[in-house]
């Protein structure tokens, strides 16, 4: 049994990892500061408390044996225009969460931003280059203060617990369901060529269960390795459509390459995007 701190514990990745770790066992603490998180993903068993990372040097418990550093700002089109937001959450809080680390020496799972690899130059949006910078701080933090890590990187995760982002956070699948449930036509951004790899949020909790169990100081992709069209993921709906303008900061491809991660961690994605848009 582990004493494990999930940071953004009430989101719907955090809180799917904690129903993950408290069914094996581990002893897990939440920290969110309830921007986006909900209570009602709360799972029995873990404790809760309402702490932005920004408060790192004053909450941490010198108990913890591992955190999984997922409580950032998340999403590339709102930072444009909450850029403070953007950079409180993500510069500031994880730099303070970092420092409570430094003093206990605890590893870290960071879940950094794939934009980070389709973007290599990182000033693709606010977002992007405040995860690409905290991706760069963890790994110095290794080299300065020999501090353990590894970093997942999530390509568009979908599935239970993602209905509960409030609309500007939402995923395109979800924004398509509740548009077939109203019976209005489902609104695809630009020319719907851009390209994803949806990842099921087990997936994603697959991969980070084994990159905490396995901490080596690397960088592992969590996707599928299947890219498909908006245009495809619309036609799976089977239900009129139409286009609206593009959104700034929208980007055209997003792929994982996720043979590292398979060959070092044994990750096995094994959901499919399409049959789970079939099967709503």
């Not at 977002?127 to 290794?142: C, D, E, P, R």
């Not at 509740?178 to 390209?195: H, N, S, W």
Request: proline residues 5%; negative net charge.
């Amino acid at each position: 049994m582990k004493n494990i701190l999930v940071t953004g514990g009430a989101g719907a990745v955090g809180s799917n990892l904690i129903e993950a770790l408290v069914e094996r066992g581990d002893k897990v603490t939440s920290w969110d500061n309830y921007s986006v998180g909900k209570p009602e993903n709360h799972v029995a068993g873990a404790n809760y408390h309402p702490i932005s990372t920004i408060q790192s040097l004053e909450a941490f418990d010198d108990r913890f044996d591992l955190v999984y550093h997922l409580g950032e700002y998340s999403k590339v089109v709102p930072s444009f225009d909450d850029i403070s937001s953007a950079f409180s959450y993500n510069i500031l809080g994880s730099f303070k969460l970092l420092e409570a680390i430094k003093k206990y020496k605890v590893p870290i799972v960071y879940a950094g931003s794939s934009t980070k690899l389709s973007y290599p130059g990182e000033l693709h949006s606010p977002y992007a280059f405040f995860k690409s910078t905290v991706a760069k701080l963890v790994q110095g933090y290794k080299d300065w203060y020999d501090i353990d890590y590894n970093i997942c990187y999530f390509y568009n995760v979908y599935g239970p617990k993602t209905e509960l982002w409030g609309n500007e956070w939402q995923t395109v699948i979800n924004i398509f369901k509740d548009q077939k449930a109203a019976e209005v036509p489902l609104t695809i951004t630009g020319d719907g060529t851009q390209r994803r790899d949806f990842t099921h949020v087990d997936d994603i909790i697959q991969g980070l269960l084994l990159a905490g169990d396995n901490i080596r100081n690397d960088e592992f992709q969590l996707g599928t390795g299947v890219d498909y069209s908006i245009l495809d993921i619309a036609a799976a709906f089977d239900h009129p459509f139409e286009f609206i303008p593009p959104r700034r900061g929208d980007r055209p491809k997003g792929l994982a390459d996720i043979s590292h991660t398979k060959e070092v961690l044994g990750y096995s994605p094994t959901s499919n995007v399409i049959d789970y848009i079939k099967s709503l």
